[in-house]
């Protein structure tokens, strides 16, 4: 693509690059088509059970679909190629979602990453809302429960509470305006690991991405998501102990310094992200 020069009364203000091929864009919805791709991340451990439907709710335009098997004993894997055959395979080394998360991330090879959880509790076809905000200017897309248009199925009134209290304490820390710090469903631009990197294991792993993008100085987008219940077998979360581990990871992160994002391409117009 050839750069072109913006000037405006005689005076350069910048490079814009050119609209990328016909091609080159991929059809969302009848209104809005994307160059960048899109890799979605599901860990999962022992969810043969839930994969038919979760995949299901995945749009067919994803261009990757990377599922993080955590050492599985029922037919996860086999279902997951089953349902997708182009579907990538990562075998989990470590333990627990956070660690899970980095092993997808790593084997991601598209511009734009989405995460989702393998237990039918979030909705594959919202994803063309967290990817619309991504191409029309933010760097992280939050899903919230609370955002008007967001739900959930599935809060008890322990996990409201804790959540409510840990959202209010890294909103006065960080200065952010954040509605649901502790949900799993969230998007960015690939360019943007290095400033998350992720180091932790459990189900810390949402706050430590929020708080490492508003350090960074990301532009945080929150869309309204709706959440299911668990369709077969039992969570893993336990409040009380997951709590303190986001706790744990708030007091850890305001001690360190961030780390700097990746430059953003000059100009920021929807053509420049690659959206028509």
Not at 102 to 131: H, L, P, Y
Not at 187 to 214: P, Q, S, Y
């Amino acid at each position: 693509m050839n750069p072109e020069t913006v000037r405006q009364n005689g005076k350069q203000l910048g490079t814009l690059r050119s609209m990328p091929p016909l091609e080159r864009f991929t059809p969302l919805t009848p209104h809005m088509a994307i160059s960048p791709t899109v890799s979605v991340v599901v860990p999962a451990m022992n969810e043969a059970e839930n994969l038919p439907h979760v995949f299901a709710t995945l749009p067919q335009w994803i261009d990757e679909i990377v599922l993080v098997d955590g050492n599985s004993v029922d037919d996860t894997v086999a279902v997951a190629k089953r349902l997708r055959p182009n579907v990538r395979i990562v075998t989990q080394r470590g333990k627990g979602k956070g660690d899970a998360l980095a092993a997808g991330f790593a084997a991601c090879t598209g511009d734009i990453i989405v995460m989702i959880d393998a237990d039918g509790s979030t909705d594959g076809r919202e994803i063309v809302q967290f990817v619309g905000a991504l191409v029309t200017g933010a760097d992280f897309v939050k899903g919230s429960r609370y955002a008007a248009g967001g739900g959930s199925d599935d809060l008890t009134f322990s996990r409201r509470a804790g959540n409510r209290i840990l959202t209010t304490l890294v909103n006065l820390m960080y200065g952010t305006r954040y509605s649901d710090l502790c949900y799993g469903y969230n998007a960015f631009w690939a360019r943007h690991l290095k400033v998350l990197d992720l180091d932790c294991e459990g189900f810390e792993v949402e706050t430590l991405m929020n708080i490492r993008a508003a350090k960074a100085g990301l532009r945080v987008h929150e869309v309204p998501s709706h959440e299911r219940c668990r369709i077969h077998g039992e969570s893993n979360l336990r409040a009380v102990r997951d709590g303190l581990r986001v706790l744990k990871t708030i007091i850890r992160e305001w001690r360190q310094r961030p780390v700097r994002p990746s430059p953003t391409p000059e100009a920021a117009p929807a053509a420049d992200q690659g959206a028509a």
